[in-house]
């Protein structure tokens, strides 16, 4: 079976799959009397024509290292956000584009790190590493199915940063 090394998660790293949501570097403005930094408009949203943002919070089980990839999906329609609402690593899969996914690639994401999936993405479905696995889910609400699945031909085995 494949194996491939997760990654640290960095904004230039992922920029080809979406954006990272992180308070990093000095805020754009700051707000609220002086108390509170404000790191404005940092992720691409997109939810296409028909649709409409929604927020869903997930409460997804912990998966382990290594971890056994079979799926990847991606959603035509529009973007999908993962913010976590904890604070632990968790475990970021993309692929690279084409009709069928490219290149898998695996990041793991530091306390703090959310991401955007840009539509049509390939994507691991959402992998927490630790409990609670609870995000906050930014992604398009509409009447289309909005995700298209491939099972890999071979599972693929993500494994912790070398
Ligand atoms: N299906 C669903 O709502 N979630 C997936 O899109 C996912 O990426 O976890
Ligand atoms: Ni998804």
Redesign the pocket.
Known sequence: MRRIAAEPLTAEGFAPFGDVLEVAGAPDKIINQGLCGRHHDRAALDFGPGGRAGI?L?DAEPRSLPYRLEMV?R?PDGS?A?LPMHEHPWLVIVAEPGPVPGAIRAFLAAPGQGIN?HRGTW????TPLHAPGRFA?V?RIGDSAN?EEHWLEEPVLVTGPD
């Open positions: 869903s997930f999906e959603h999908q993962f999936f994507h691991g479905v959402l889910v992604d995700l």
